[in-house]
């Protein structure tokens, strides 16, 4: 018995998994159970005959337990028909036999001992018996036999109780057995299908001498740290009831508290980590997400609004406290939990890993001085824009019934490289736009107050802060707007020709595209053509005050929208630029 349960021992260590420790021991854990099988299933002898007159049905009903992954134990029954030729004929008689298996699950030799599956082999020994003779010939043997035999079988666990399973087995017995002697042991065999009741799973922890004394990675010495606190944690507490402890340590229980000791040894490795080794900041805009770079980390996502971005400096200053960490093989942390204080602002921003496998995507992602900078151009775009408005009000061409927009934003394309678009646009009060914006028919830029104070602050920008970006040979695409409203043209306007002769110009209409021709000569005779010429117009006076542009690749777009309504404030223009692969 002592050298059974020595190999029962040795089996489960094989099959646990394994840790290396410095220590001449560590723990391993593995699982046991008891089940109660049925199975049914056909019974063949090998002896003369054909096999279809030897089929008989056969049934089998065992109680055992799986020691560990590895090996298992069997008391089995086995039985009820079994054939025999009697000259041209056939007769039957019913026996039983008693055994006692050992089973050994070869899945686990391959590192599936946690698999719901097992391909196992048998062997065992016991009793054959005669209930009945019926037609079996007449012996002067004993009609009790031994029985040896070896099998193998396939089990799967459908639920943590229950499991079903195909076995085949051989069985040897005495010569006279089947009441014919030949001078060779008699041999049948059985084919079953069985459903199993699993019960009594209990958690065993072992200890497992170590002969690899080579020096241990963190990783390594942390798996051993949480196998020496798994096993303080294993034992039963004085006081505790049995009941108390099974609740206390089921399956599910072990995996939660064994997680948690992973956090907290891998905490303790960190050592603060997060502060010494941030090292690089980014900014998603559009999705108002901070990206906090390490050198020996997975970068970590923090939601902060674009309006607290600009008092953070660097990830240096950023402070982490409450932070959980992971060790991964190849000494590898990772960031589970932590709170981020901005110093500056006192301001704490929580991040979560949601363990779901995904990094911080850098699509949108720019590093945090270009946005900074981004944002200081905005300022300064609007502080141009206020200045050129107040001059306009006070030479009086503008009124305060007039704003003038101005929206600039960086949108990454490739590394280290973004798309610059700014948009040039205004509104008019309703009632106001005749004064300050473009009369009935009328189409130059310089017609409108409005538009005027638009490319005052476009020549301003343009060729100040902005200057930068004028690069010649680099790529710069600019879609101008021109709109007008519903009221007919029921007579040619005439057209002043100062911008030339428009020949086949492709346009966006409504957002479908078409082709225009205006000349001097036929005039504008549609909204759409109006809509086209204050369009040109604008385009006209942007290069004549911006010459620079003219040095670039142009990519140049019209589009013109013409309202279903009347009225004075859908008579208007527009520009947007987009400087293209701008260095960061």
Same mark, same amino acid.
């Given at each position: 018995?002592?050298?059974?349960?020595?190999?029962?021992?040795?089996?489960?260590?094989?099959?646990?998994?394994?840790?290396?420790?410095?220590?001449?021991?560590?723990?391993?854990?593995?699982?046991?159970?008891?089940?109660?099988?049925?199975?049914?299933?056909?019974?063949?002898?090998?002896?003369?005959?054909?096999?279809?007159?030897?089929?008989?049905?056969?049934?089998g009903?065992?109680?055992?337990?799986?020691?560990?992954?590895?090996?298992?134990?069997?008391?089995?029954?086995?039985?009820?028909?079994?054939?025999?030729?009697?000259?041209?004929?056939?007769?039957?008689?019913?026996?039983?036999?008693?055994?006692?298996?050992?089973?050994?699950?070869?899945?686990?030799?391959?590192?599936?001992?946690?698999?719901?599956?097992?391909?196992?082999?048998?062997?065992?020994?016991?009793?054959?018996?005669?209930?009945?003779?019926?037609?079996?010939?007449?012996?002067?043997?004993?009609?009790?036999?031994?029985?040896?035999?070896?099998?193998?079988?396939f089990?799967?666990q459908?639920?943590?109780?229950?499991?079903?399973?195909?076995?085949?087995?051989?069985?040897?017995?005495?010569?006279?057995?089947?009441?014919?002697?030949?001078?060779?042991?008699?041999?049948f065999?059985?084919?079953?299908?069985?459903?199993?009741?699993?019960?009594?799973?209990?958690?065993?922890?072992?200890?497992?001498?170590?002969?690899?004394?080579?020096?241990?990675?963190?990783?390594?010495?942390?798996?051993?740290?949480?196998?020496?606190?798994?096993?303080m944690?294993m034992?039963?507490?004085?006081?505790?009831?049995?009941?108390?402890y099974?609740?206390?340590?089921?399956?599910?229980?072990?995996e939660?508290?064994?997680?948690?000791?992973?956090?907290?040894?891998?905490?303790?490795?960190?050592?603060?980590?997060?502060?010494?080794?941030?090292?690089?900041?980014?900014?998603?805009?559009?999705?108002?997400?901070?990206?906090?770079?390490?050198?020996?980390?997975?970068?970590?996502?923090?939601?902060?609004?674009?309006?607290?971005?600009?008092?953070?400096?660097?990830?240096?200053?950023?402070?982490?406290?409450?932070?959980?960490?992971?060790?991964?093989?190849?000494?590898?942390?990772?960031?589970?939990?932590?709170?981020?204080?901005?110093?500056?602002?006192?301001?704490?921003?929580?991040?979560?890993?949601?363990?779901?496998?995904?990094?911080?995507?850098?699509?949108?992602?720019?590093?945090?001085?270009?946005?900074?900078?981004?944002?200081?151009?905005?300022? +300064?775009?609007?502080? &141009? *824009?206020?200045? !050129?408005?107040?001059e306009?009000?006070? =030479?009086?061409?503008? /009124?305060?019934?007039?704003?003038?927009n101005?929206?600039?934003?960086?949108?990454?394309?490739?590394?280290?490289?973004?798309?610059?678009?700014?948009?040039?646009?205004?509104t008019?009060?309703?009632?106001?736009?005749?004064?300050?914006?473009?009369?009935?028919?009328?189409?130059?830029?310089?017609?409108?107050?409005?538009?005027?104070?638009?490319?005052?602050?476009?020549?301003?920008?343009?060729?100040?802060?902005?200057?930068?970006?004028?690069?010649?040979?680099?790529?710069?695409?600019?879609?101008?707007?021109?709109?007008?409203?519903?009221?007919?043209?029921?007579?040619?306007?005439?057209?002043?020709? +100062?911008?030339?002769? &428009? *020949?086949?110009? !492709?346009?966006?209409?409504?957002?479908? =595209?078409?082709?225009? /021709?205006?000349?001097?000569?036929t005039?504008?005779?549609?909204?759409?053509?109006?809509?086209?010429?204050?369009?040109?117009?604008?385009?006209?006076?942007?290069?004549?005050?911006?010459?620079?542009?003219?040095?670039?690749?142009?990519?140049?777009?019209?589009?013109?929208?013409?309202?279903?309504?009347?009225?004075?404030?859908?008579?208007?223009?527009?520009?947007?630029?987009?400087?293209?692969?701008?260095?960061?």
């Open positions: 018995m002592k050298k059974f349960k020595l190999l029962v021992l040795a089996a489960a260590l094989m099959a646990a998994p394994t840790v290396v420790s410095a220590q001449t021991q560590t723990s391993e854990s593995y699982t046991s159970y008891y089940f109660v099988q049925g199975q049914g299933g056909l019974h063949m002898p090998f002896t003369p005959g054909t096999r279809g007159d030897l089929l008989k049905p056969n049934f009903l065992n109680v055992g337990t799986w020691f560990a992954p590895v090996i298992g134990a069997r008391f089995g029954i086995e039985g009820l028909n079994s054939a025999v030729k009697l000259g041209d004929s056939y007769g039957s008689y019913k026996y039983m036999n008693f055994d006692l298996d050992a089973m050994i699950n070869l899945f686990s030799f391959i590192g599936m001992s946690d698999s719901k599956m097992k391909l196992y082999i048998l062997g065992g020994i016991g009793l054959n018996a005669i209930v009945d003779k019926g037609d079996r010939p007449r012996s002067t043997k004993p009609d009790i036999a031994r029985n040896l035999r070896v099998g193998a079988g089990d799967y459908i639920s943590k109780p229950i499991s079903v399973s195909l076995e085949y087995r051989m069985n040897n017995t005495a010569d006279y057995f089947n009441g014919r002697q030949n001078n060779s042991s008699d041999w065999s059985s084919l079953l299908v069985g459903v199993a009741y699993n019960f009594g799973h209990k958690v065993h922890v072992v200890e497992k001498a170590v002969t690899n004394a080579q020096p241990l990675s963190l990783y390594e010495q942390m798996q051993a740290g949480v196998n020496e606190r798994m096993k944690w034992k039963r507490v004085k006081g505790e009831s049995k009941a108390d099974i609740a206390r340590t089921t399956p599910e229980a072990i939660t508290q064994r997680l948690q000791f992973t956090k907290d040894l891998s905490t303790e490795f960190a050592n603060g980590r997060a502060n010494s080794t941030a090292n690089d900041l980014t900014y998603n805009q559009s999705a108002s997400l901070l990206g906090v770079g390490f050198t020996d980390m997975p970068t970590i996502s923090l939601n902060v609004p674009e309006s607290e971005i600009a008092s953070i400096k660097s990830a240096k200053d950023l402070q982490f406290t409450n932070t959980v960490y992971n060790l991964n093989p190849g000494d590898k942390f990772e960031i589970l939990y932590t709170d981020v204080i901005n110093p500056v602002t006192g301001k704490k921003y929580t991040y979560i890993n949601t363990r779901d496998g995904k990094q911080v995507a850098t699509d949108g992602f720019m590093p945090l001085a270009s946005v900074q900078q981004a944002m200081e151009n905005r300022v +300064r775009l609007q502080q &141009i *824009t206020d200045k !050129a408005i107040m306009a009000k006070s =030479q009086g061409i503008l /009124t305060d019934n007039t704003t003038i101005v929206n600039a934003r960086l949108v990454p394309t490739k590394e280290n490289k973004a798309d610059y678009i700014i948009d040039y646009n205004y008019v009060k309703d009632g106001f736009s005749v004064k300050d914006d473009f009369a009935p028919g009328k189409y130059d830029a310089d017609q409108s107050a409005a538009s005027t104070a638009m490319l005052k602050i476009i020549d301003q920008f343009t060729n100040g802060d902005f200057a930068k970006y004028l690069v010649p040979g680099k790529s710069v695409s600019i879609d101008y707007q021109g709109s007008a409203d519903a009221k007919p043209v029921r007579r040619t306007i005439k057209y002043n020709g +100062r911008y030339g002769d &428009i *020949t086949n110009q !492709a346009v966006d209409v409504n957002g479908k =595209q078409q082709t225009m /021709t205006i000349t001097k000569a005039g504008i005779n549609s909204n759409e053509e109006l809509s086209l010429v204050r369009a040109t117009s604008l385009r006209s006076a942007i290069m004549k005050s911006v010459p620079k542009l003219n040095d670039m690749k142009l990519d140049e777009n019209y589009a013109v929208k013409v309202s279903d309504k009347e009225g004075s404030e859908f008579r208007r223009v527009a520009v947007k630029f987009v400087f293209h692969d701008v260095a960061y």
